[in-house]
């Protein structure tokens, strides 16, 4: 079954194209990592599916086209975590995650809704935050804070724009994990944008190269993840060493083709 | 399990509402504690029997203080909540759509268009309303801050309705009023020159029963309605893209509560002239205090430009015994060390 799928997208940014004719499909329960360069068009992917944008082109969730589903359905279908969040709002933790459910509250707060919350505190571990103001945390609290907003929402389509941005190792592990949790329990389908290669190979399902809003390569990571992709994209001379184990391939980058210095 | 987890959830939910609900009761016993002083102090003193039974007890009070209590010091008392409450709600509002700190009916030029129509009035005698009568420069400020609203609007709007363009075109026109008035100032006679001056000031003391009452009505029907985007609003905060994500249509929301903001702002200026900090400062001590969920923002806005008026209404008659200050001039003198010593006092990370 497929969950998502992309037709011929296209999206211009002041007449720059940004996205060029994308074909995407992805199903439920898998996770899907965008990878590229700086600029190569994944942020605006992401605007364009959780209907922020409009692009040229079709979105099907679940054999529907986007433009045909009520607003209100798309937001209950969809979330989404932002690149960057605004610390300028004065509100607490909980407040912010609470804000998630925008689409279920009124003057007075189900205890539905509070408990949901809670779990979804407790569950990344930030509880302990909960009273505290958003705008007084540190880059990678606020992350998670960020990241539970996008959870409590239950879609069924999870859409994270670097995740996993001012964590450290240990809870980028953790969110990873927690992510693939989330979407086989849930069935969610999950598309995650982000930098590090090594971290997609591990945690994607699938992986979507994007390169000056084309799809460069589509697939598994140790189909997609080699050195001549590695150059040819990213301009960086790399080594692929397959896990003995598991067969997820590592990147060991070598150094920018640009570089003067040779290794 | 899943009981323990909704208790805890509750607990804490209660925890981080329970302050705000006594922070707002504490205001708003403040504001009914300034209003009850304001009644009492004035050329004569009064005593707080004398003006209970004036109010409550028609027939057995004294019949001069039964017509300072009714007709002068209850109406102005009361226009100095009702006009500091609605002042503050159009600056919190402006400062939530605009995301910015600075944004108030002042700092837009809303309150300098309300000035050059009533002095348009008062100079040349010009109404947008024939046969206005004692309402000219009422009606006259009201029609051009509204005007300023729309201006403001729609140049935002000529490019895309974001926040910058909307303060920018804002305080582009706060210049061009400004200009436009030191104009009518220039060609006006003594007397409109003074009258000019004097309405700048800001001034209670022209309320009576019916201008309170259009003030207070605009303010009972505006407050629902943007009471009912409560949690759209509060989540504008978070920024437009995530705003969007969450399905509000941001466009939309800012536009009508916008229109929400002139209507009040216009009310608030067109009767009692240019009061300038209380929408810019209510706000900020209701950020400091509750933070920006609006369920609890928006009246927090409200008591803190009521209370900061009220306060103020009572110094623009004890500054000079026996005299009335211009109440504009004595909000500022009040709530400016007021402010600083919040500021000074609380903790770092708002704004
Ligand atoms: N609001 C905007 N207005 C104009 N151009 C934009 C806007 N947002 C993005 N762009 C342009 O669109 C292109 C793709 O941007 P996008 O944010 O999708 O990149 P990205 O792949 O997410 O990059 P990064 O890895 O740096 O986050 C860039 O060239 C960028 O300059
Ligand atoms: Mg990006």
Known sequence: MVRLEIKNLKFSYNSKPVLKNINIKVSPGKITAVIGPNAAGKSTLLKCIAGIIRPEGNILIEGKEINTIKKDNITKLVSYLTQESSARAVLSVFEVVLLGRLHSLSWKVDDDDLEVVWGILKELGIHKLASRHFNELSGGQRQMVSIAQALVREPKILLLDEPTNNLDLQHQLEIFDLIRELSVERNITTIITLHQLNMAARCADELVILNNGEVYAAGKPESVLTSEMVRSVYGVNARVNIGEDDGIPQIIPINSVRSKRLA | MATKIDIQAKEIYCEITGRKYILLVLLAVACVFTLIIDILVGPAWLSIREV?????????????????????????????????????????????????????????????????????????????????????????????????????????????????????????????????????????????????????????????????????AVLIIVVPLLAKDAWKLTALRLGDEKAKSLGIDVEKLRLKAFILISLLTAAAVCFVGTIGFIGLVGPHIARMLVGEDQRFFLPMSALGGALLLSAASIGSKVIIPGAVFPIGIVTSLIGVPFFFSLILTKRRGYW
């Open chain 2, 52 to 216: 209970f039974s004036a109010i409550f007890m028609a027939n057995s009070s004294d019949p001069t203080t039964h017509v300072i209590v009714w007709t002068i010091r209850l109406p102005i008392a009361l226009m100095a909540i009702v006009v500091g409450a609605t002042l503050g709600i159009a600056g919190a509002e402006m400062q939530t759509i605009l995301d910015n700190p600075l944004a108030s009916p002042y700092t837009l030029g809303v309150s300098a268009g309300a000035g050059f129509g009533a002095a348009l009035a008062l100079v040349l005698g010009v109404g947008i309303v024939p046969y206005a009568g004692e309402y000219l420069v009422s009606i006259n400020a009201f029609f051009f801050s509204l005007l300023t609203c729309l201006l403001i609007y729609f140049i935002g709007k000529a490019r895309r309705v974001t926040a910058e363009t909307m303060i920018l075109a804002g305080i582009a026109l706060l210049f061009l009023f400004h200009s436009l008035l030191a104009l009518l100032q220039y060609i006006a006679t003594e007397e409109a020159l003074q009258a000019i001056v004097f309405w700048l000031f800001g001034n209670l003391m022209k309320t009576t029963w019916p201008k309170l009452g259009i003030v207070a």
